[in-house]
């Protein structure tokens, strides 16, 4: 049974670039929430997908935007990359219907902008 | 206030001493309460989530939480050296479109010396 898998694990860009960072959630799962973690601090939450709907939008910009496909994976896009924007960036998977329990972690993307 | 706060540490213990972590949260209306742990350079880990007022047990690890308190705490009992990591709090907030976030603490740094 696949765990969340991310992809790519790390990334480097310049200020300005774009990028997208992308994630299937475990088998099973419909639900797919992305954070950010910056060194030294908790994970902070960016947005959650269920039925290819954003159903929670944390306190990020308008450059950070996602989408949700048929098959339950998701893509974290975001726009005008700034120096702030380096970070670990997970995505976590979970049931709608089970949304109050845990979501499982996948492995992240670090991002690093120059 | 922040929304959920924890001691940053470090918490140094000695190896097969008993590890206490302790989290605080500030909206009443949050429902369920998680333990993920995270060794450096990995993505977090869930150890336990618990929704009810009361302890927990999982092998080593206990869940406690006071609602009225707005607490939430966790043992790790014959503390070992793998469990040195940080150990991050996390409550599950709610939104109008009921999707759900969990909103993290800056986590605490537990280092268990042989």
């Known amino acids: 049974d696949a765990g969340v898998t991310q992809s790519p694990t790390h990334l480097i860009k310049t200020r300005g670039q774009q990028v997208t960072l992308r994630c299937s959630p475990k088998?099973?799962?419909?639900?797919v929430s992305w954070y950010q973690q910056a060194l030294g601090q908790g994970p902070q939450f960016i947005f959650q997908y269920y039925e290819e709907e954003e159903r929670q939008r944390g306190n990020f910009p308008d450059r950070f935007s996602g989408h949700q496909f048929p098959n339950y994976s998701s893509e974290l896009n975001v726009n005008a990359l700034l120096l702030g924007d380096s970070a670990l960036y997970l995505c976590?998977?979970?049931?709608?219907?089970?949304?109050?329990?845990?979501?499982?972690f996948g492995p992240g993307t670090r991002l690093t902008v120059l | 206030q922040k929304e959920v706060e924890q001691n940053s540490g470090p918490l140094s213990v000695p190896e097969g001493a008993i590890a206490s972590l302790n989290c605080t949260y500030s909206d009443r209306g949050s429902q369920s309460f998680f333990w993920y742990r995270q060794y450096s350079g990995k993505s977090p880990e869930l150890i336990m989530f618990?929704?009810?007022?009361g302890d927990k047990e999982d092998g080593r690890f206990t869940a406690q939480l006071n609602k009225a308190s707005q607490y939430v705490s966790l043992l790790i009992r014959d503390s070992q050296p793998s469990d040195s990591a940080t150990y991050l709090c996390?409550?599950?907030?709610?939104?109008?479109?009921?999707?759900?976030?969990?909103?993290f603490g800056k986590g605490t740094t537990l280092s268990v010396s042989s």
């Open positions: 088998s099973g799962h419909d639900t």
């Open positions: 618990i929704y009810s007022n």
């Open positions: 976590a998977s979970s049931t709608w219907l089970l949304r109050f329990n845990e979501q499982f």
């Open positions: 996390a409550v599950n907030k709610v939104s109008g479109q009921a999707g759900t976030a969990l909103i």
